[in-house]
T-cell receptor
Framework: GENVEQHPSTLSVQEGDSAVIKCTYS??????FPWYKQELGKGPQLIID?????GEKKDQRIAVTLNKTAKHFSLHITETQPEDSAVYFC???????????FGTGTRLTIIP | DTAVSQTPKYLVTQMGNDKSIKCEQN?????MYWYKQDSKKFLKIMFS???????INETVPNRFSPKSPDKAHLNLHINSLELGDSAVYFC???????????FGEGSRLTVL
């Protein structure tokens, strides 16, 4: 089955700086890669996703890049703000498979 | 107008007891899930139902029994609770075609 590794497990950045979280996956059939943000006491919420037919996707301060050859994808947050502090999860899923496999999570702390 | 709601939010109980967690979604989705999040924040899928049919059943002890009376509801019953069952249990539903997961706010189970 799919295995998703995520690094780092914790990340602290100064407000206004950029944050990068990286994930690798094992199943070359995976073609859908979402990122979820989990705030304290809440359920995870989708913030951005990418499919295997594109290499990069951007939504305001958030971008995701995908390298299918190396089987890794990354989340980039620019101009970080205190409200970006949360736990972030990457995930991967192959076509026709209902099972989404999550990475181990990254606790991001933005230092004011 | 909560999209995915689960009750109760908190459960504290003794080892050996039986407990249930209920989940309802008003999004009209066909597929619902139970995820377990342990103290290290790892998110692991337990079960998935599509239109009341079980489609994913991960390696979960048979003390855990999901039930889906209709496609808007997915309940989780746990028999003979053990200390290791302490976790936050998340219910989710998924949007067709995109596969985006919508999570509830979680039910924190503490077994003493």
């Amino acid at each position: 089955g799919e295995n998703v590794e995520q690094h780092p497990s914790t990340l602290s950045v100064q407000e206004g700086d950029s944050a990068v979280i990286k994930c690798t996956y094992s199943d070359s059939a995976s073609n859908y890669f979402p990122w979820y943000k989990q705030e304290l006491g809440k359920g995870p919420q989708l913030i951005i996703d990418i499919r295997s037919n594109v290499g990069e996707k951007k939504d305001q301060r958030i971008a995701v890049t995908l390298n299918k050859t190396a089987k890794h994808f990354s989340l980039h947050i620019t101009e970080t703000q205190p409200e970006d502090s949360a736990v972030y999860f990457c995930a991967a899923r192959s076509f026709g498979n209902e099972k989404l496999t999550f990475g181990t999570g990254t606790r991001l702390t933005i230092i004011p | 107008d909560t999209a995915v709601s689960q009750t109760p939010k908190y459960l504290v109980t003794q080892m050996g007891n039986d407990k249930s967690i209920k989940c309802e979604q008003n999004l009209g989705h066909d597929t619902m899930y139970w995820y377990k999040q342990d103290s290290k924040k790892f998110l692991k899928i337990m079960f998935s139902y599509n239109n009341k049919e079980l489609i994913i059943n991960e390696t979960v002890p048979n003390r855990f029994s999901p039930k889906s009376p209709d496609k808007a509801h997915l309940n989780l019953h746990i028999n003979s609770l053990e200390l290791g069952d302490s976790a936050v249990y998340f219910c989710a539903s998924s949007r067709p075609n995109t596969g985006e997961l919508f999570f509830g706010e979680g039910s924190r189970l503490t077994v003493l």
